[in-house]
């Protein structure tokens, strides 16, 4: 399979402890996304990355989580001092960019934080 | 604030029927109007996407129909199959340096066709 992958698929932590998920994609993809999805909502965007740049933070995104890319390639998300409200799907996307047309992101299948 | 309103919520439609699945917008930068399909314990899934400079995109039996002036889009399944089932999300983005990256999503729609 050649799809964006995710690990762990489902995470079951502590309030206060850290946690960090992994995304990896499509390999020539040079765009990667982390959107976050609660239980009856839509993706709600997270930050985004164009090679190794991360380029924009939503505000969703508290000081308490940090998102790399080295190289470029995969990325890691982690959360320090989980909260129950960050209990949620954590998806990660990638696209490949192009000049003239949009371009399509491709999901993951996401990664269940499970905060108690 | 929300900026993408989707309805309904769920439907349900006979195998063979048309669903329908609306969305309106109020950011009137939104240039780029795409629907997610997503199944249970997956990621979502492009189905089919629209900019504004049509009205209608019609790939094999689903359809988008846009109207600008109202800021509203919609999303037509024809021929709905029980496969179809699943949850569809409409989404929209604007340009920002040359780009179309920041996804605003609807709440969902859960679509169940029975058989």
């Known amino acids: ?116 | 604030q929300q900026q993408v309103k989707q309805s309904p919520q769920s439907l349900i439609v006979q195998k063979g029927g048309i669903s329908i699945i609306n969305c309106a917008y109020e950011n009137t930068a939104f240039d780029y109007f795409p629907w997610y399909q997503q199944f249970p314990g997956k990621g979502p899934a492009l189905l089919i996407a629209i900019r504004p400079d049509v009205s209608e995109k019609k790939e094999g039996r689903f359809t988008i129909s846009f109207n600008k002036s109202a800021k509203q889009f919609s999303l037509h399944i024809m021929d709905s199959q029980p496969g179809d089932s699943a949850t569809y999300f409409c989404a929209a983005s604007q340009n920002s340096g040359g780009s179309n990256y920041k996804l605003t999503f609807g709440k969902g729609t859960l679509l169940t066709v029975n058989p």
């Open chain 1, 1 to 116: 399979d050649t799809g964006v992958s995710q690990d762990p698929r489902h995470k079951i932590t502590k309030r206060g402890q850290n946690v960090t998920f992994r995304c990896d994609p499509i390999s020539e993809h040079n765009r990667l996304y982390w959107y976050r999805q609660t239980l009856g909502q839509g993706p709600e965007f997270l930050t985004y990355f164009q090679n190794e740049a991360q380029l924009e933070k939503s505000r969703l995104l508290s000081d308490r989580f940090s998102a790399e890319r080295p190289k470029g390639s995969f990325s890691t998300l982690e959360i320090q001092r989980t909260e129950q409200g960050d209990s949620a799907m954590y998806l990660c996307a990638s696209s490949l960019a192009q000049l003239t047309l949009t371009d399509t992101q491709y999901f993951g299948p996401g990664t269940r934080l499970t905060v108690l």
